[in-house]
């Protein structure tokens, strides 16, 4: 279970990106050639199989689905790199043709960029063929020590001098995307399919590959065997481990720093140009370039720094996904709502995230990746087609659905691995009667009477466990009055309650095992009383894990929750209208007084009632409250902004759900103006409206 932390798998790439300005600066070589040595022959060489482990582990956890992505983004930043060190080819007369281009880079360090376009697709077709795959990149590799470190002994071997010489006609190097990357892509894909390794296991095993390596390299230095040292037998070990004990000590990401490395790889070589014309030309040559380690300690914080200013000149560019009208989703506080419930339910009680929706209008993927993250291993969605998206999104946890499926569509819920719902005793029979066999849960009626087996009917569940098709691993019920606040209310959730547990009970005397029950929805959670004493295996949350109430009337057991979405759009003009006139729709609006129009390009068929101005609806401009006037359209709305201080513009950003300023609209508030809860409009949320997702 991590927690929100330390992005280890991120922050090491900045540590890798300053190993590779180490290599190309030798930063110890004046005070101990030995020092220096280890420093980029022997730990730096960690850095470039860093970078290929991580995209690997990355793309494996999404299926390989981000393959074709991240091949087209590395022939972009090559391309732009090649651009970029154009002038110092030309200048130091280095030719720039096919062989530079297509298999070594066209400067030192960019046989990376190169290489992974190779590597990207071998790895992918490898992948397929599970560890037979990862066994024939690990020879790849083994060929490719052959021409590295190896080179003095295995060149010697009949027929493969030539073979070496054939590939020396190609790459400068054995290190490239043919011999070398694939297998570190793969491994970092293995850990993509096992669990969290323990830190401490990585730790040995990173200071043992270390050693090895250490020894390894100073024994091939001191003969005259190596041609290259990129290559250690000892690396892939090393890799190992030093990857499971970042993945076992990450938490959480950090997409700023993970740029700032690439920037930072790519525009070393540069640095250094600077530092050496900015020496000469400042008198301090023998200071900042003679100086190895003042070299080195000039050279990183320029490239950082030059990362930094770069990074922040894209950023500015950078609107949200429809710069219309979006959904910001901030999923720090989604991390935080989790952590809180985690520490509200019992140790003994697992969390099942309700995603169901969009995820209550959040963004079912970007929620259910985040959850995962945070250790959540049960997903809960409405039907079919949401479980199958989250599967091909890369969810790989228990899926269950909770409404009812055709039983025709058993093979599909066999496919994708998915948990159907028994919506009664004929539904069961119906789904087995499919011939395939599929995981269920079955629902109890405790009293709702939407859907389940009614809960007395013991013999009619016991008989659903000897179905031959239906695979139980679950029994549930649903509380339908937990939200009320009268007390009969609360009477007959509590009633619900402990006819489930006892529904459980007689099923356990019988000999079946329920698998795991869940009872508790959000607000079997916030008013509790009504579960006291009863132990289930997991509780289902789909409202609080977003942050918010349904209303606002008050609860048992109210937590600190922090709001997951704000909901925006932009200013799409301003008008004066003059007293009298009318505007939209009907003309609905008239100006009693001069008035100041603002048009929000959002409108009904994001979410918004039509009726909103009527009901008393209000938006954020300038931190102020503005009322919605008129009757709203389908997609823009008239906003009354003449009492602000300054008339708004056209491209200003209106917060309809959120903070602005010091001015917030609570999504529960907002629900009452429309006269309902934040169930119904957080989930009605369009999905036309943009996504915007903070603290990925
Ligand atoms: C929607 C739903 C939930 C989640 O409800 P919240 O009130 O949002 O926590 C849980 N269980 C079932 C059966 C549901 O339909």
């Keep these: 279970m991590t927690r929100q932390g330390f992005p280890a798998l991120d922050r090491f790439r900045l540590a890798a990106a300053v190993l590779v300005v180490a290599i190309h600066t030798g930063p110890l070589g004046d005070f101990s050639p030995l020092a220096d040595l280890w420093l980029t022959r022997v730990l730096a060489r960690v850095a470039v199989p860093y970078f290929a482990m991580v995209s690997g582990y990355f793309l494996a956890r999404n299926h390989w689905q981000g393959t074709t992505r991240l091949w087209r983004h590395t022939l972009v930043l090559y391309a732009a790199s090649v651009l970029l060190y154009l002038p110092l080819n030309l200048y130091a007369g280095n030719p720039v043709g096919v062989r530079a281009l297509v298999f070594n880079g066209t400067f030192y360090h960019l046989w990376y960029l190169p290489a992974l376009l190779l590597a990207l697709p071998i790895a992918r077709l490898l992948a397929r063929g599970e560890r037979g795959g990862l066994a024939a990149a690990g020879v790849l590799y083994l060929i490719g020590l052959g021409g590295d470190s190896y080179y003095g002994l295995v060149g010697q071997l009949p027929g493969l001098g030539d073979f070496y010489k054939g590939v020396f006609t190609l790459w400068d190097y054995t290190r490239n995307g043919l011999f070398t990357l694939p297998v ?11 669990p969290v390794p323990d830190a401490r296991s990585g730790a040995r095993l990173t200071l043992l590959g270390l050693g090895a390596m250490t020894v390894e390299a100073f024994v091939l230095h001191g003969t005259h065997i190596p041609r290259h040292d990129s290559m250690y037998l000892f690396l892939p070990l090393t890799m ?9 000590v990450n938490g959480g990401q950090d997409r700023a720093v993970r740029r700032t490395a690439t920037l930072v790889y790519i525009l070393h ?6 530092v050496r014309v900015g020496a000469r030309f400042f008198g301090l040559w023998d200071l900042l370039v003679e100086n190895s380690l003042l070299h080195f300690v000039a050279v990183v914080p320029l490239s950082v720094a030059l990362a930094f200013v770069l990074q922040s000149l894209t950023n500015r560019r950078s609107l949200p996904p429809d710069a219309r009208a979006w959904r ?18 019992p140790a003994s009680c697992a969390l099942m995230a309700v995603v169901k929706a969009d995820a209550y209008g959040h963004g079912a993927v970007p929620v259910a990746r985040t959850l995962r993250r945070e250790g ?11 479980g199958i998206a989250l599967r091909r999104a890369g969810i790989r946890d228990r899926i269950l659905i909770l409404g009812w499926t055709d039983p025709a569509q058993a093979p599909l819920l066999r496919r994708w691995k998915l948990t159907a719902t028994v919506a009664d005793a004929e539904h069961g029979r119906a789904l087995s009667a499919q011939g395939v066999s599929v995981r269920v849960h079955l629902a109890v009626d405790t009293g709702m009477h939407r859907l389940g087996i009614p809960a007395e009917e013991i013999g009619t569940l016991a008989s659903l466990f000897a179905l031959p098709n239906l695979r139980v691993t679950g029994v549930y019920s649903h509380l339908c009055t937990a939200d009320g606040s009268a007390e009969n209310d609360r009477a007959f959730a509590r009633r619900q309650a402990e006819t489930f547990a006892h529904t459980l009970a007689m099923l356990r005397g019988l000999g079946l095992d329920p698998g795991l029950t869940h009872l508790q929805a959000s607000y079997g959670i916030l008013n509790p009383a009504c579960v ?7 509780a289902r949350p789909g409202l609080v894990l977003y942050g918010v109430y349904s209303d606002t009337a008050k609860v048992e057991h109210p937590l600190p929750l922090r709001p997951v979405l704000s909901l925006r759009a932009r200013v799409a003009a301003v008008h004066r209208v003059p007293a009298g006139e009318g505007a939209g729709y009907g003309l609905a609006f008239t100006a009693r007084r001069d008035t100041c129009l603002a048009v929000l390009a959002i409108g009904y068929a994001d979410g918004l009632p039509r009726d909103y101005a009527a009901k008393g609806g209000v938006v954020l401009l300038h931190g102020a409250r503005c009322p919605v006037v ?5 997609d823009q709305m008239l906003v009354d902004a003449t009492d602000l201080p300054a008339a708004p513009k056209a491209g200003e950003t209106a917060t309809l759900i959120g903070t602005d300023g010091a001015e917030t609209l609570h999504a529960e508030e907002v629900a009452e103006t429309c006269g309902t809860i934040t169930n119904e409009l957080l989930s009605r949320l369009g999905p036309r409206l943009g996504l915007q997702v903070l603290h990925p």
Excluded at 269 to 274: E, N
Excluded at 378 to 385: E, K, P, S, Y
Excluded at 630 to 634: A, N
Aim: glycine residues 8%; proline residues 1%.
């Design 184 to 194: 570190f892509l793969l491994l970092g894909a293995a850990f993509a399919a096992r």
């Design 240 to 248: 190992w481990g030093l990857f499971g004990l970042l993945l076992a």
């Design 269 to 274: 070589p540069w640095c250094i140009v600077v």
């Design 328 to 345: 910001e989703i901030d999923l720090d506080a989604l991390r935080q709502n989790t952590a809180l419930l985690r520490e509200t339910l």
């Design 376 to 386: 959540v291993r049960l997903f809960a969605v409405a039907c079919l087609a949401e």
């Design 532 to 538: 006291v004493g009863l132990a289930f295996g997991a």
């Design 630 to 634: 008129g009757r709203v359209c389908m």
